[in-house]
């Protein structure tokens, strides 16, 4: 495989702020970046407050990355906001971040058009309450024609339930003679994935202090770099993305290669 260069189309149309950090390289930002929003709680109690106090300070983090990755010309940002595990949790938590997540969808939603964002979702909606899902399934109409940054959103989202919900649709295709099974590729695989079109995440990162992927697209994080925050969600703002950016940039991606053969390769594609 090819080295691959990271540069987002969007860069050409919208030159980032000024208040670029320096240090980043404008040519290699990651074109998608995933985030495991984590720590909202933790970060509540350790304050003594209630837990949802972190769910509402976590939402002004949301903002911030979002702006952050518009300026730097990201083109996908996926944000694991509610995970399918997240339906154990007590139903007065769940009722608040289903309530965050309306309000954080009509009241943002102008600022989104405004930047010709495109707001998205993956997940089992179904499962959503119905005004919840009313405010997403708005967001995403209203903003499905636009050209800017991709924020997506993974909502009663599981790694290993997209990979089911695809296997349950690729089999159903399989009866009605629409694939052959024993000619299935990866390729033919994605096609059945929540968002195929979708590039894989260049950059993973995850806030909380944790040290595990939770579930998270794991089909689409094979090669993925992974960044550990050592802050709670509440507290990752822009700084803390651009610390993320520059330690994507320190790394060398090689998708199975040497080192030598990644060289080889720019050495080749330098000289054309």
């Known amino acids: 495989m090819a080295a691959r260069v990271f540069r987002s189309s969007l860069m050409l149309e919208t030159m980032p702020k000024p208040n670029a950090h320096p240090e980043i390289d404008l040519d290699r930002v990651p074109r998608h970046i995933a985030i495991i929003m984590d720590g909202n709680g933790r970060w509540a109690l350790e304050r003594g407050l209630e837990r949802n106090a972190g769910h509402r300070e976590g939402i002004e983090s949301v903002r911030e990355v979002i702006r952050a990755g518009r300026d730097y010309g990201i083109e996908v940002l996926t944000l694991y906001a509610f995970s399918i595990e997240n339906w154990s949790r007590p139903k007065s938590e769940v009722a608040e971040l289903m309530r965050l997540l309306e309000e954080y969808l009509e009241s943002e939603l102008a600022e989104v058009m405004e930047n010709r964002g495109r707001v998205r979702s993956i997940g089992r909606l179904d499962r959503l309450p119905p005004s919840t899902r009313r405010a997403v399934e708005n967001a995403v109409r209203e903003t499905e024609g636009n050209d800017g940054m991709q924020i997506v959103f993974a909502l009663s989202y599981g790694g ?3 990979i089911v919900d695809a296997a349950r649709r690729l089999a159903r295709d399989a009866e009605l003679g629409k694939v052959d099974p ?3 590729d990866e390729k ?4 059945y994935l929540y968002a195929p079109d979708l590039p894989d995440p260049d950059l993973l990162i995850r806030t909380g202090c944790e040290q595990r992927v ?7 994080i094979a090669y993925s770099e ?6 709670m969600w ?3 703002r822009r700084s803390e993305f651009e610390t993320a950016i520059l330690d994507f940039q320190r790394r060398e991606r090689r998708f199975g290669l040497t080192s030598a053969q990644i060289r080889a390769g720019a050495d080749e594609t330098a000289g054309r």
């Not at 033919?188 to 096609?191: I, K, P, W």
């Open 160 to 162: 290993r339930t997209e």
């Open 182 to 184: 024993e000619t299935l």
């Open 188 to 191: 033919g695989f994605v096609a």
């Open 214 to 220: 939770s579930n998270f697209l794991l089909w689409q």
């Open 226 to 231: 992974i960044h550990l925050s050592g802050c």
């Open 234 to 236: 509440p507290e990752f």
